[in-house]
């Protein structure tokens, strides 16, 4: 075992990422298999995989949730989370995201580049985390690891750089040459560890070819390694394995390996690519946060204060567990942190390090770990944990707004008010879960990111909370925005009932805007005071809550305060605050306004003898087709399509393709709703 100078250099926070089906849960499994954290490989399709533990998941087949595991590799502790795949669960890799150092990107080999891989590594580029990515699956039939890398090329943009050379093609594969240190690593049929041998002669010369191709690669982005290159014209397998580290860190590049993870095949290497390239908690910029209007940081130090950020809580029938991830500081049990966003103290009633649904108890953790506690009554995913004499708040990680939403009720009349509270557990463990009741219908309406998503809550309320429950046909959330807009409009509010009254008087300018919402104010003179200015503003937002077509939010849109005026003493920020809310209702009513409906790309892919009628079945769902390419005998039909017509259409695909279509769907954001 190797010794480290600071304990921290031994640790690695990494997720895994990929589109649904390209081997996540696999690669992890036998990750685990690998380090010795499991000594039996458990399989997706026979539901025995260790993150793959709720029953939801293993009877679907796919991740759900995110399932957090630590093992040991070479002297270094991995903190590793398996992510869902699935995009209505994309909300489950933003929250493990914002707590990661780095990530292994999983791509198919036949399948390259997939929308909803695409999309994660979005969001792992909004977080600046570092990747390494693993083209899975060179065991199947189509499987080529070029074809794959060109799509991360042409689809990712950034600078692949592959570290090894295939033994073998499709059920040949048999290893990997690593360009390195130009050795071969051959595993045998049952998979169980790699022979390391010389490069087999037939090889030899795509070996030095490809070694030379990534030698040139990494010169022409690393100064360091070209000056080397210029002086040698090559560089030595310690300078390209510290340039590929450094590249890596700084996402200038990402290393590309290669394998099958179902037949145990490349496994360690991506190991070794785990330790020598993504950062541990040492190499990562101290976070940054504020408390009372104060920024302030924390550096990855053990005797700092303490400060984490709890990204994850499941609510047990025998209590809750918050999943944290440490950047400063240590915590013994027994110990109070307080709470910055709920401003109280909790108490630290054990710690665990967790492997899935199993948890083995330790007396301490420290900055730079990823853990469960057991205590927290109030913390939520996003909350702030710090040290009760020196808080900060850290930024919570991002929650999509739901688009989707359906009725639900007990069907038993006795289980009625137990449904209140099992879905406010709910809500509690998956924030991208929204309950409300309608005010019109007073039903209770689960609003959430996708129908899968919908149908897993009210799968839960039955398997977990023991409630069987009706569910009405999904709706999506509509929005209205600013097709053409008014200026002029002038409104006044006065209000005189005895006492001291209230006056406001505005003139708004309303026009359309891309996206989202804009205010400004253009008045001269003084004549609506800054601070009343600021109450117009609030009172527009409130304003945009509703919209005049149908009740929707109101987006897209720039409100610009051209005049007023004001009472000497019957003039208040809640008078202007009104007068923004009622002004910008009216003047939004005399606006030209478009009802907008989520969308969403659809990539279907088909037998080809299926093409034609599934283009006509899309075309009926009003879906605009973009593009068409054959790929590995199918064709791939990609489409934009209204979310509402997709409601149902997993069955009618199946139907019109005996079962051998399947498709994806990634939201795009909103487009004018049409007939």
Request: aromatic residues 4%.
């Amino acid at each position: 075992m190797r010794t480290h100078l600071n304990p921290l250099t031994a640790v690695r926070n990494l997720g895994i990422l990929a589109h649904v089906d390209a081997g996540k849960t696999t690669v992890t499994e036998r990750i685990l298999y690998a380090t010795g954290t499991i000594h039996r490989r458990g399989e997706v399709h026979d539901g025995t995989t260790v993150t793959d533990f709720d029953p939801q998941e293993r009877d679907r087949g796919i991740t759900i949730f995110a399932a957090a595991v630590s093992c040991a590799w070479d002297g270094h502790r991995i903190n590793l989370i398996d992510t869902p795949g699935h995009v209505d669960f994309a909300d489950e890799v933003e929250r493990s995201l914002r707590v990661l150092d780095g990530a292994v990107a999983v791509f198919d080999a036949v399948a390259g580049v997939e929308p909803q891989s695409e999309s994660v590594w979005r969001q792992a580029d909004r977080h600046g985390v570092p990747r390494i990515a693993f083209v899975n699956k060179l065991d199947r039939a189509g499987a080529d690891l070029d074809t794959a890398v060109a799509s991360i090329r042409d689809r990712l943009h950034p600078a692949p750089l592959v570290v090894q050379l295939p033994i073998g093609a499709e059920d040949r594969f048999s290893g990997v040459v690593d360009l390195l240190r130009l050795r071969a690593l051959v595993w045998a049929d049952d998979g169980d560890g790699a022979a390391d041998l010389p490069v087999p002669e037939e090889l030899r010369e795509e070996a030095d070819r490809r070694r030379r191709l990534l030698e040139e690669a990494v010169a022409e982005l690393h100064p360091a390694a070209l000056e080397e290159f210029v002086e040698r014209d090559e560089l030595s397998a310690g300078t390209l394995a510290a340039a590929l580290r450094d590249l890596t860190r700084s996402g200038d590049a990402v290393v590309v390996l290669c394998g099958s993870a179902y037949r145990n095949r490349g496994i360690e290497p991506l190991l070794d690519a785990v330790v020598a390239y993504l950062p541990s908690p040492l190499d990562v910029p101290a976070v940054h946060g504020g408390h009372d209007g104060m920024a302030r940081e924390r550096a990855a130090d053990p005797a700092a204060p303490f400060a984490a950020l709890a990204f994850k809580v499941n609510a047990t029938p025998t209590g809750r567990l918050t999943y944290i991830r440490i950047y400063s500081g240590t915590i013994t049990k027994g110990d109070t942190v307080w709470d910055a966003g709920t401003r109280r103290t909790e108490r630290i009633g054990r710690i665990l390090r967790v492997r899935a649904d199993r948890h083995d108890r330790v007396d301490r953790a420290v900055a730079g770990d990823i853990v469960a506690v057991v205590g927290l009554k109030s913390a939520r995913a996003g909350s702030t944990l710090c040290a009760p004499g020196d808080p900060i708040v850290l930024e919570p990680p991002g929650v999509t707004e739901p688009v989707v939403s359906v009725a639900v009720e007990a069907r038993r009349s006795a289980d009625a008010g137990r449904l209140a509270s099992a879905l406010a557990r709910l809500v509690e463990e998956d924030p991208s879960l929204v309950v409300r009741t309608d005010p019109e219908t007073g039903q209770t309406v689960l609003s959430g990111m996708g129908e899968l998503h919908l149908e897993v809550a009210a799968e839960k309320l039955r398997l977990t909370h023991g409630i069987e429950v009706n569910v009405g046909r999904p709706r999506v959330s509509h929005r209205e925005t600013v097709g053409r807009g008014v200026s002029g409009f002038v409104f006044r509010h006065v209000k005189q009932d005895g006492g001291a009254g209230q006056f406001a008087h505005v003139v708004l300018e309303v026009e359309p805007l891309e996206a989202g919402f804009e205010f400004r104010s253009a008045v001269v003179g003084g004549c609506v005071p800054q601070e009343y200015v600021r109450a117009v503003e609030a009172g527009c937002r409130d304003a945009l809550a509703e919209g005049p077509l149908g009740g929707h939010p109101v987006t897209g849109l720039r409100v610009t305060l051209t005049d007023g005026s004001t009472h000497v003493k019957d003039s208040s920020d809640t008078a202007f605050r009104t007068a923004g809310r009622l002004g910008l209702r009216e003047a939004l009513r005399g606006c030209a306004m478009v009802l907008l409906e989520p969308v969403v790309e659809v990539t279907v892919t088909v037998p080809e003898d299926a093409v034609g009628s599934v283009l006509g079945d899309l075309a009926a769902r009003r879906g605009r087709i973009s593009g068409s390419v054959t790929r590995a005998g199918a064709a791939v039909v990609t489409a934009t399509v209204p979310l509402a017509e997709l409601f149902g259409y997993a069955t009618r695909l199946r139907g019109r393709t005996q079962g051998r279509g399947t498709f994806t769907a990634r939201p795009t954001g909103y487009a004018p709703a049409r007939a």
